[in-house]
């Protein structure tokens, strides 16, 4: 990796803060490893790539909402920003077929929504 | 063109019909035909609590307390792209993010996710554009920002103080030492978000003419460890860290020190010992650390949280983050919510926000719907604030002058099921089991304390012990070496001044109110409930219950242990508890 310098810095303020799309986040803190974040992180990686969807799976640390972890965020084009809570092996592959590929939101999961301005 | 969503829920405490409401607003869509364009779907959670259903449709309408009935006319208004007017509900209290601004948006491992979000601009502004140390504490005044690990003192004024300080070798150190029971918000930023503690310390170095900085962080944080050190290992590749910081003069270099457990080493006398290899004991201040600290040489400790405000502050500037909180307290507090109420987790609020909203408004209330009875901050150091004063906002005055203090940002909602005495005991027992034993104060006092308190528990307490108790924390609180026996009887001060008839019971009728101290509640078996099964007996490891199932039962209180078995295996109700 090449050194960040001032110039590089500035660089990055100057440019628009890119919105990414497509992304499932999977809050991995202590607290969501606890409640078994690990192993719907794998579950999500897996299915992803087995069927081949343009979604990048990522980690991301505590939103806050312990009580309901393990916590995955879904944010695709088309859908509003979707936190689901209390996401089981079984819940993660609802949240793969339903909210990404049927563009349908899974029931009793969700604990935050978010809309896209 | 995209779908229309509605989410609902049912938010009455009393009974959950989401189902029911998802079923007639799914039969609603179909006869309107818009079963395909709109999606209703049941939430978990809809961020309203005992508001009966609520009803909200994308982007922003929100409908409390909704009818059956009324069902129809939100279809109505949805299709036509409209809002029913006499229901649409106000704007919900919200949380305000600044020191979680990254917790649970960028991935904790990326150095370039943080820098996508801001990361490493406050550095850069104060090396380019502040220029000064002097600027760069001038912005931090203006802030208003006070330490966030519990005493409040003004961040300013103790890199000021240290900044002054002539030596040829200075430190900064991040106490990420965080002991209180139930309070895990430092943790959570140093997982969820190191390079921005990482970016603070780099601040808090340049102002104060630093060139190392320590983060101590305890053991039982293996996880913020790992992501800590990751942080400054890629600050580190990255030439953030080390010499010539982006091509300026300023040199830092950061390392860990690992906590071994001991609460004490919160306190920053002992904290400074602990690096320092020594055993982790307080010693009198002044000197303080900020002249005299780590290896004698000047020092700034700092809290994790307080660090995580200060890149917000210095690109944000200090004026807009004085613009948050109360006239005293400026900017947001982060709170561990925990105990009886429905949605434990941080929060982070504003100053001056009531402790009301805090636990009912995003915390959903107690659990269980039972009703509150107190709120206990603070930790061992803090107090309980009876529910009369949940109206107040909370600040560093406000909860001082309840008889608490701010802390580390623990709150603990306590139920009608929780016992002062015994609540108090146990924050004793606490302060008891990490008392360093360096003072006697608080070795003796902690000690002489917790004594008269399972007294009191136990029935054996006599009228003078609460005066007793009184005594012995007034002298802690005069006498003691540090923090730690100087707050040690915060928690029996407060439950004494607050509910000083529950110890009374406790002494006099030799009774717990709240059927939680084991040794004052006795069992018997109610007759006419009884259906003579025989589960207590059989479950009885004492052998205090006797009889057959003929004849019925009884318990012999002389034999009895309390450990309460009977009460929850009998599927009658026929075990009483007093």
């Known amino acids: 990796m090449s050194k960040i310098t001032k110039e590089s810095l500035e660089n990055i303020a100057k440019q628009p803060k890119k919105e990414e799309n497509n992304w499932i986040k999977v809050g991995m803190s202590s607290c969501g490893i606890a409640a078994g974040a690990d192993e719907v992180f794998k579950v999500l990686t897996e299915e992803v790539k087995k069927r081949n969807i343009p979604v990048a799976v990522k980690k991301c640390g505590c939103v806050g909402m312990c009580s309901v972890e393990p916590l995955v965020e879904v944010n695709v084009d088309g859908m509003p920003q979707v936190t689901y809570g209390r996401v089981n092996g079984e819940v993660a592959i609802q949240i793969i077929e339903e909210h990404i590929h049927n563009h349908r939101l899974v029931n009793d999961h969700i604990y935050d929504i978010q809309v896209k301005k | ?578």
Not at chain 2, 406 to 424: N, P
Request: include cysteine; charge should be positive; charged fraction near 25%.
């Open chain 2, 1 to 578: 063109m995209d779908k229309k969503i509605i989410y609902i829920k049912d938010t009455s405490f009393a009974l959950d019909r989401t189902k029911d409401v998802h079923a007639i607003l799914l039969n609603g869509l179909r006869d309107r035909g818009m079963q395909d364009s709109v999606q209703a779907v049941r939430v978990a959670d809809i961020g309203a609590y005992n508001q009966g259903v609520v009803v909200k449709v994308l982007p922003d309408t929100t409908y409390y307390g909704v009818k059956d009935e009324d069902l129809g006319r939100i279809l109505d208004a949805v299709k036509q792209g409209t809002v029913v007017k006499e229901l649409a509900a106000r704007k919900e209290p919200g949380q305000l993010r600044i020191v979680l601004r990254n917790c649970g948006v960028i991935d904790p491992e990326s150095i370039e996710e943080y820098m996508a979000n801001e990361g490493y601009q406050a550095i850069k502004k104060v090396l380019f554009g502040l220029k000064t140390q002097d600027n760069t504490i001038d912005e931090m005044k203006k802030s208003g920002l006070r330490g966030r690990g519990g005493a409040g003192y003004p961040t300013w004024m103790k890199w000021n103080f240290a900044k002054k300080m002539a030596s040829d070798q200075k430190y900064v150190i991040c106490n990420g030492d965080e002991g209180d029971p139930g309070a895990y918000m430092d943790r959570s930023v140093l997982e969820g978000d190191p390079h921005s503690v990482v970016e603070g310390m780099m601040i808090a170095g340049f102002s104060v003419g630093a060139s190392v900085g320590y983060f101590y962080i305890r053991a039982e944080y293996p996880l913020a460890v790992e992501r800590i050190q990751k942080a400054i290992d890629q600050c580190y590749a990255n030439g953030l860290l080390g010499k010539n910081i982006l091509g300026s003069d300023f040199n830092f270099d950061l390392e860990i020190r690992l906590g071994a457990g001991a609460f004490v080493c919160g306190e920053e006398t002992a904290l400074i010992a602990s690096i320092e290899g020594k055993r982790g004991a307080p010693h009198p201040r002044p000197p303080y650390p900020s002249v005299k600290g780590l290896w004698d040489k000047p020092t700034v400790i700092n809290n994790v949280e307080t660090l995580a405000n200060v890149a917000y502050i210095i690109n944000r500037g200090g004026d807009a983050f004085a613009k948050v909180g109360t006239q005293t307290s400026k900017g947001t507090k982060v709170f561990a919510l925990t105990g009886k109420v429905k949605n434990s987790g941080l929060v982070e609020v504003p100053m001056g926000t009531t402790i009301r909203e805090i636990v009912f408004d995003i915390g959903g209330g107690v659990y269980k719907n039972k009703n509150i009875k107190a709120v206990q901050t603070g930790g061992p150091s803090g107090g309980v604030i009876p529910k009369d004063f949940l109206d107040t906002p909370v600040d560093y005055e406000n909860l001082q002058k309840l008889g608490s203090i701010m802390g580390s940002g623990g709150m603990i909602v306590m139920d009608e099921d929780d016992c002062m005495v015994d609540i108090a005991r146990f924050y004793q027992r606490f302060c008891f089991d990490e008392s360093c034993g360096k003072c006697s104060p608080c070795r003796i006092g902690t000690a002489q304390m917790l004594g008269f308190l399972s007294k009191i528990a136990e029935g054996r307490g006599e009228i003078g012990d609460l005066d007793n108790l009184r005594r012995i924390a007034q002298s802690m609180q005069r006498a003691a070496l540090c923090g730690l026996g100087q707050t040690a009887p915060n928690p029996v001060i407060s439950t004494l001044r607050y509910y000083e008839d529950e110890y009374r019971v406790h002494i006099l009728d030799k009774k717990c109110p709240s059927k939680k101290c084991r040794d004052l509640l006795s069992y018997k078996i109610i007759p006419e409930k009884c259906k003579k099964c025989g589960l207590c007996f059989m479950n009885c490891e004492a052998k205090a219950i006797t009889g057959n199932k003929d004849d019925g039962y009884i318990i012999d209180m002389n034999k009895c242990v309390r450990c309460g078995r009977c009460f929850e295996v009998c599927k009658f109700k026929a075990v009483g508890k007093e």
